[in-house]
């Protein structure tokens, strides 16, 4: 069962492969409460607070995920990358199945509401977050919050001394909300043909 919003907008082109997800999960340090929505064109969205599950990936996560990524960029970074920037981050159709070894590759975590793909975000080895999407129904909820928590006790579990990560100019002031310092702007970041203009940033872990 596909567990993002509708409408699903990319139309993914392989299923990902049928196996369950990691034992792992963790209650969000957000307040308990029943979930606050509005109905505005036929989608849900939520208010603050709400209920925040984070937990594990698993290649079921696939198709949600990629949902969120494609919701998150379409809809939110829209405001500050072009039209065809966004195209070029985030294009029509997927492969679920490369998707879903990415996603496996790095510590991935999955942030739920009410059992549905709400955003993910990622940590590598070496300390690369890489990813942090929330999907554009979730904004303000408390999701990618709760994301950069499970990331950084991760990555404190694995003794990096570190996080890096490259981030947009959409969700740059998050980072920084997040303790997160720039370092520098990268005024070229190539992606399908299209320049992103994005920012290192870096949190420390002492």
């Given amino acids: 069962m596909n567990s993002a919003w509708p409408p699903a907008r990319p139309t993914p082109t392989t299923p990902p492969p049928p196996t369950s997800p990691p034992a792992q999960s963790s209650e969000a340090p957000v307040p308990e409460a029943d979930p606050a929505r509005v109905s505005r064109r036929g989608r849900v969205f939520y208010r603050a607070p709400v209920s925040v599950v984070v937990r594990g990936y698993g290649p079921e996560d696939a198709e949600g995920t990629w949902e969120a990524y494609f ?21 029509e159709t997927v492969d679920l199945v490369q998707w879903n070894e990415r996603r496996s590759a790095a510590h991935t975590f999955v942030a739920t509401i009410e059992g549905r793909v709400a955003g993910f ?40 001394a570190q996080l890096r990560t490259h981030a947009s100019r959409t969700a740059m002031p998050a980072f920084k909300r997040f303790g997160f310092e720039v370092e520098r702007a990268n005024p070229d970041n190539w992606i399908r043909g299209e320049n992103l203009p994005n920012y290192d940033m870096c949190l420390k872990l002492d």
């Fill in 71 to 91: 919701r998150a960029i379409r809809d939110t970074a829209s405001k500050d990358y072009s039209p065809e920037q966004v195209a070029a981050w985030a294009p």
């Fill in 121 to 160: 975000s990622d940590v590598t080895d070496d300390g690369l977050l890489d990813m942090l999407f929330v999907h554009s129904d979730a904004g303000g909820s408390g999701v990618a919050r709760a994301l950069v928590g499970a990331v950084v006790a991760k990555a404190r579990e694995l003794g990096l």
